[in-house]
């Protein structure tokens, strides 16, 4: 398999994603000079791998469709945003909005992941080794975020069927999202997240903790005022 | 003996606590909760129609109203897309989504447009086949919640309209009530059935004009920078918010003053937040040209459209086009006497029924009954809501003409005057019969 190499300091982002959109049929690319660019790699619609050799700014991976890309360093804002399909990896840090309102795909996030980590997800699967900020999982409406370190405050504010599992503290649940009990059919779901993330057998699932929606707040009533 | 009795003064409501007042706290007080409705703002507020037009006379020199040609295209999104559009008229439909829609109306609403040239736009929801197939021109709303947000879609689309906020409550998101949540609904939405769905106010992913200007760039990446790309934003600060979507990078400005309609919030937010859109088209305009920008990036105008007086006098204003959303829905069929009965069972009566989140509308329109939405033959509808789009030109038409104009877009503020001095303000045009323009003689304050 040949390796198709793009130098962003030559070929800029416009050049990355023109080629990545016109030739769908090359399977491996690297990608050298990102240089916190922004809108690295968007819109792929191709089972390719992108390798990006450094960090990225806002949006890297953003809308993927089957693709799978890796960052070797940290991400900017939304990194994966609105994600189809496919794998996005970071290797290092991401900064807030990761994995924003993506539809499906998994997101795996080495480092930490900072405030409003899977705002608005909608089926993606996201993994952050470390730690998450604050208002992360805000109205996140399905997919699961799992997180081996600790969550910030407002977890899960707003949150409707996404499911989170959080290994250490909590510093605060936001409106609506409670502590659910860790039923098998939820340890046999993060148990394949983790897997996925290759961290079966390094992992306990019983260390982790699951939040979720209380449903109280799905049709708006005035008994529910103190909530907000 | 005869008997006096003191006389009584006749019965006097207040005018503060007017029978609407009245009905509003006696309402609070039932329910504990605020009211939520549907459409703009109906209180009266400065308006187009404090507006009108001189016409030639010895000065100017007319054209002949039926013969002589009067342009009407608007060519929108020429500043950064490799394909701008082209709209035969210079009236588009404004985004309603299929959800607050019946799929039927989203149909006829295409169809109707497309029958004249223009363009359609899609809504929170997302984009339907039926819609996308059935409108020659569509534009896909990029909003905060991004329910049914797709690449297909999106490179499906001919032009992208990021929501940044509307007329009927800047800086307020969406509500779409549990009602209306069909099965088919709640699939594109990626959400239960039958639960309230709260779009959010703000974007998930970008903060202020800087960060937009990079979400922007992803959105023309993405697209290949085909794609004119819009900012919809309520009339709130439209000066500065115009300069900044302008420096954001959006091709198109769309500017709704508060009479524009949403499909659901609070009665409080639609009457007393943003600015009539009179208010809002100069402001607009000055940022435009202040940057040099003026019909290199366009504006689009929407809030309280109806007529083709209107649509001329924003075009006067400074604007390349506007949108409409109630009129469209009324000439579809909404709110129509036809169904005053039903109107009544509701508890209201035609032309004031505005319950659109229940789901019960009569017309079939904004409603997802499969039972009521059969009530709109989308074919019919589409014709009505063209030949109605018809009128809209033909009259802008007639006015230019008047005017001296052969392009609608030739009008200017130089041909109108106000009625009122609060219009003559606001429109920033001479006072009816003076040459006094309200705020021109000092410069203190500045734009906002």
Redesign the interface.
Known sequence: MTTRVIDLATEGVRGLNAALHADKAHKHWQVLNPAGLHSIAVGIDAPTTVEIDGHVGYYCAGMNKHASVTVKGNAGVGVAENMMSGRVHVLGDASQAAGATAHGGSLIIDGNASARCGISMKGVDILVKGNIGHMSAFMAQAGTLTVLGNAGDALGDSIYEAKIFVRGTVAGLGADCIEKEMRDEHKALLFGRLKAAGLDGQVDVGEFRRYGSARKLYNFTTDNLDAY | MSSYHNPHTFPRKSAAFDDYALSEIRRAAA???YDIRGGGAKRKVPHLDDLLFLGASMSRYPLEGYREKCGTNVILGDRFAKKPIELKIPVTIAGMSFGSLSAEAKEALGRGASAMGTSTTTGDGGMTPEERGHSSILVYQYLP??YG????D?RKADAIEVVVGQGAKPGGGGML??QKISERVAEM????QG??Q?S?CRH???TGPD?LE??I??LR?????QKPIYVKIGAARPYYDTALAVKAGADVVVLDGMQGGTAATQEVFIEHVGLPLLAAIRPAVQALQDLGMHRKVQLIVSGGIRNGADVAKCLALGADAVSIGTAALVALGDNDPVHETEYRTLGTTAGAYDDWHEGRDPAGITTQDPMLAKRLDPVLAGRRLANYLAVLALEAQTIARACGKSHVHNLEPEDLVALTVEAAAMAKVPLAGTDWIPGNESRGRGPY
């Open positions: 329910t504990g909760l919640s991004r947000m797709n690449p297909d999106l009530l549990g939405r990626c959400l239960p639960i309230d709260r959010a998930p992913d970008w960060d990079i979400k760039e992803e990446e993405i697209t290949d920078w």
